[in-house]
């Protein structure tokens, strides 16, 4: 009798810690990411961002210039979700670590733009008349 009592009481304290998972999984902030191809007239970009926590990744689309590639997702109640896109114009590979949950500079909206030599990401809506923060390619 006391060895069944014990196993339902630990089945039911691990049913409760799945239960509170669910709950902060779904209560979890959502993340809109935009990126703008920025690469010069008529040159289009494939682009395409893969998560590296398991969560969905996000479908190819070729992007004219100036076209928007915009996907969501909830991050990880972890702080492990990262997405890293890849972007491919003028017949080469680019790579970038569009989103790291640990380290990002990103709240609930992440707006990139995509210029030959890297991603810029933009801080505020002023910041598309100013300086973007560029980075180089990852790869």
Known sequence: ???VKKHVTGLILLLIIILSF???ETDAERVHVRITN????GTNSQMR???????PDVDTQ????MG????SFKSSIWGITKYNCEFVFNGVSHWYQIYNQHNSECTSMCWWIIKVDGPCLIQKIQDVNDDFDCRPWNN
């Open 62 to 65: 070729d992007v004219p210039y």
């Open 38 to 41: 920025m690469l010069g007239q």
């Open 68 to 71: 928007l590639y915009e996907f």
């Open 49 to 55: 961002c893969l998560s590296k926590h398991g969560g």
């Open 1 to 3: 009798m006391y060895s």
């Open 22 to 24: 669910s709950i902060m």
